[in-house]
């Protein structure tokens, strides 16, 4: 599962030739972080500052999306958490830059991070949702996923064991058909992206130190 992603570029929004994006988002993503979705609409391709991890319309709080931040595409219907948008055929991509898994050695893990090798942002099939919690209008997405466990890549992260999961990519020159697609059977768009476009590499996360209040007592 993905739970740590880098959205796209700035460059990379203007290679694709998408619309700017009218507000700011994190440099890095977590679960329950705000993110760049892009949807279709009436006017053409838009986008919304989503949560990470969708939150249904029956959800009390956004604490939810610390767990909805995935959706395995088997069960999206008979998920209460997000039933309601896939029946409603709510789909959107989240373009992102590198997305993060777990690879394990020795039993410890390592993260690691997946990028197109052409430099390109990767579309991530996404499902969302627009809740009313109290007076707050809140806009929501979950990253879609598969089994990996014959995907040459995918299948080398998460922990041992025969459970492997991957987002499912959105090839560039389908996004417009996934964008309109009008129905709850996505099947024809689960497939595991092409390895040989893709390269991964461990990507530790950076360590901010926190400054010793000693090195600066004399400042």
């Not at 740590?4 to 993503?29: A, H």
């Not at 991890?53 to 931040?69: H, S, V």
């Amino acid at each position: 599962m993905c739970a740590n992603f880098k959205p796209l570029t700035l460059d990379q929004i203007r290679d694709l030739n998408l619309p700017d994006i009218p507000f700011e988002y994190p440099d890095e993503v977590y679960p329950n972080y705000e993110l760049p979705l892009l949807f279709k609409s009436d006017q053409g391709l838009e986008w919304r500052k989503v949560h990470f991890g969708l939150i249904p319309k029956w959800a009390e709080d956004k604490n939810i999306a610390l767990k909805t931040y995935n959706a395995r595409n088997e069960t999206l219907l008979q998920k209460p958490s997000f039933s309601e948008a896939i029946m409603k055929c709510k789909f959107g991509v989240i373009p992102v830059n590198e997305f993060y898994e777990s690879k394990y050695f020795d039993s410890k893990p390592q993260r690691w991070g997946v990028r197109r090798k052409d430099g390109n942002a990767i579309y991530i099939a996404a499902l969302y949702e627009i809740a009313r919690l109290g007076d707050e209008i809140v806009r929501s997405a979950t990253m879609i996923t598969m089994d990996a466990i014959d995907h040459p890549m995918m299948k080398e992260f998460h922990e041992p064991g025969s459970v492997k999961r991957s987002v499912i990519v959105i090839p560039h020159e389908r996004l417009d058909e996934w964008l309109g697609w009008n129905s709850p059977d996505i099947h024809s768009f689960v497939e595991g992206f092409p390895e040989a476009e893709f390269e991964c590499s461990h990507v530790p996360k950076a360590i901010i130190r926190k400054t010793s209040p000693q090195l600066n007592f004399f400042d």
